[in-house]
């Protein structure tokens, strides 16, 4: 028991010895620790001078959904009245908000949003022509071919060579400066960010994706709402019509008999009379399924309110002189710290060798 103890005490004290001793070396080579500290925080200047400021625009909203169980209950209603059967249709339920994120990110998106017209540098122009005029197009260095494409409004008159530039430019947008995600992992608002070294471009890229995925969202969780609205407001107006057709010839048929009073014309006036009164009734119920029809189109519209949009100027992430010094020091010392441990191990190893 007694060897163990005192084994346990001498390499204890072997321990300390050995830290007194490397801590001596690394205390003899603070020479050494603040040349690299200096040779660091020089890098740390020049790198904060050579790398440009990035502008951050963020973007943040929330979607509000309708309520109701059944979006398709009420246009059932109103087109069996018409001869149709839409009972067994559900609502599709493709474009949940967990989608809005890849949405926000997909291909047809951001090709939309780049090729908006903005009102850039004095000038309304396409958001992807200011992005091949500016820094951020790096990826390619023929810049005498790039200056020469420009990309026109219409998407149906694009060339092979546009649509594959095109394709590129969104790779690179969605790779390096766009990013979409939850504000925090409890929450349902959705964050929005363009982080680039272009102010303006940050800007109207965000605001244009979300005019163009609100656009897009709202068009497709409101198609059968609004084909229900057109269907009913046609048979609607086709009902007035017949309506209209219907008095008038029952006016023209009482002018002609006006003065002779026959059996078989008081038929025929009873029978035109009604046919307006069938119509009046079928114009009125049309009228207010047609009523309801817009309303029900209004209560399954989903509201995507926009919370915090970017405004110039934009928050600036940049490195600056007395950050460069900052981390060029403190990287330098650990740099300096760990080589000279190594080397002192090392050494020490050779000696016992």
Not at 116 to 129: D, I, P, S, T
Not at 148 to 161: G, K, L, N, Y
Not at 169 to 176: D, G, N, Q, R, S
Request: some cysteine.
């Amino acid at each position: 028991m007694s060897q163990n103890s005192s084994s346990e005490d001498i390499t204890l004290s072997q321990v300390l010895l050995r830290f007194g001793e490397i801590k001596s070396y690394l205390l003899s080579k603070w020479k050494q620790f603040l040349l690299f500290a200096l040779v660091f925080a020089s890098l740390g200047i020049a790198l904060s001078l050579l790398l440009k400021p990035k502008y951050k625009a963020n973007l943040t909203f929330v979607l509000e959904e309708s309520q109701s169980e059944s979006p398709l209950g009420a246009y059932a209603g109103i087109a069996s009245q018409f001869g149709f059967d839409l009972g067994g249709m559900t609502g599709s339920n493709v474009f949940s908000e967990d989608n809005l994120t890849e949405l926000l990110s997909s291909r047809k998106i951001v090709e939309e949003a780049l090729l908006n017209k903005n009102n850039l540098n004095g000038k309304e122009q396409l958001l992807v022509n200011h992005f091949m005029d500016s820094p951020l197009l790096n990826k390619w260095t023929d810049e005498e071919l790039l200056g020469a494409i420009r990309f026109p409004a219409e998407r149906d008159s694009f060339t092979t060579v546009q649509d594959s530039l095109l394709f590129e430019i969104f790779t690179l947008v969605t790779e390096k400066y766009l990013t979409v995600k939850n504000v925090s992992a409890k929450s349902t608002i959705l964050l929005v960010e363009c982080l680039s070294k272009d102010e303006q471009f940050s800007k109207y890229l965000v605001e244009n994706l979300m005019k163009s995925v609100t656009d897009f969202y709202i068009s497709n969780k409101t198609q059968r709402a609004r084909e229900t609205v057109s269907f009913v407001k046609e048979r609607t107006d086709s009902i007035a019509g017949a309506l209209a057709s219907s008095e008038l010839r029952l006016a023209k048929y009482k002018d002609s008999r006006h003065a002779t009073i026959r059996a078989e014309g008081y038929m025929e006036e009873l029978r035109l009379t009604r046919d307006v009164q069938i119509l009046n009734l079928m114009y009125g119920e049309a009228v207010k399924n047609l009523e309801l029809s817009k309303v029900t189109l209004l209560n399954q519209t989903p509201l995507i309110q926009v919370i915090d949009s970017p405004i110039l100027p934009l928050e600036v992430v940049e490195i600056t002189p007395l950050k460069g010094i900052v981390f060029g020091v403190l990287i330098g010392l650990v740099l300096a710290f760990f080589w000279f441990l190594m080397k002192k191990i090392a050494e020490d190893a050779v000696a016992v060798g």
